[in-house]
T-cell receptor
Framework: DTGVSQNPRHKITKRGQNVTFRCDPI?????LYWYRQTLGQGPEFLTY????????KSRLLSDRFSAERPKGSFSTLEIQRTEQGDSAMYLC?????????????FGDGTRLSIL | GIQVEQSPPDLILQEGANSTLRCNFS?????LQWFHQNPWGQLINLFY???GTKQNGRLSATTVATERYSLLYISSSQTTDSGVYFC??????????FGQGTELSVKP
């Protein structure tokens, strides 16, 4: 089963360090989404791509965050100069298009802990 | 922006009991999905249901789009049903807006 794959599953780092997460979507899906989930909350939208184009970014995505999808396949999310408040589960999802008839499928997430 | 409200926030059931979870949303939507987040944090797709009724085993869901709500029914609950149930809607552009979830605990 080639579902959405995220690496690493867990990341522990010291405040101020840079971290990078990877997401491999379902192969035929042209849309890729990043969400962030903090304890006790539902996931919140960060950004999404259609193929290699980044079409929308949430105001949650500060200038320390950058996401890429260089060839329209896998995506990376980088956080520079991490802060305590960045501790969260980072979830990736993919879909084939959007709107009616196109559910999003989620990966298992990367859990980030900032010491 | 669109608001998504789920109720109840918490629910404790005895194994074998039935339950209904509700999701209200404040505007018309293109997409509505129900998810189960297990204790390991995995978000499992339950239903894609922008309108109508669907059933999958002990679970079923109904969305009444004109009245802006969706219901998730769990029958004969099992301990493995424990976790958080999220409703999420999409209005435009593809991004999902999640509710705060219903935390379900099924006791043996």
């Amino acid at each position: 089963d080639t579902g959405v794959s995220q690496n690493p599953r867990h990341k522990i780092t010291k405040r101020g360090q840079n971290v990078t997460f990877r997401c491999d979507p379902i192969s035929e899906h042209n849309r890729l989404y990043w969400y962030r989930q903090t304890l006790g909350q539902g996931p919140e939208f960060l950004t999404y791509f259609q193929n290699e184009a980044q079409l929308e970014k949430s105001r949650l995505l500060s200038d320390r965050f950058s996401a890429e999808r260089p060839k329209g396949s896998f995506s990376t999310l980088e956080i520079q100069r991490t802060e305590q408040g960045d501790s969260a589960m980072y979830l990736c999802a993919s879909s084939q298009g959007h709107g009616v008839g196109q559910p999003q499928h989620f990966g298992d997430g990367t859990r980030l802990s900032i010491l | 922006g669109i608001q998504v409200e789920q109720s109840p926030p918490d629910l404790i059931l005895q194994e074998g009991a039935n339950s209904t979870l509700r999701c209200n949303f404040s505007d018309s939507v293109n997409n509505l999905q129900w998810f189960h987040q297990n204790p390991w944090g995995q978000l499992i797709n339950l239903f894609y249901i922008p309108s109508g009724t669907k059933q999958n085993g002990r679970l079923s869901a109904t969305t009444v789009a004109t009245e802006r709500y969706s219901l998730l029914y769990i029958s004969s609950s099992q301990t493995t049903d424990s976790g958080v149930y999220f409703c999420a809607v999409e209005k435009t552009g593809g991004k999902l807006i999640f509710g705060q979830g219903t935390e379900l605990s099924v006791k043996p």
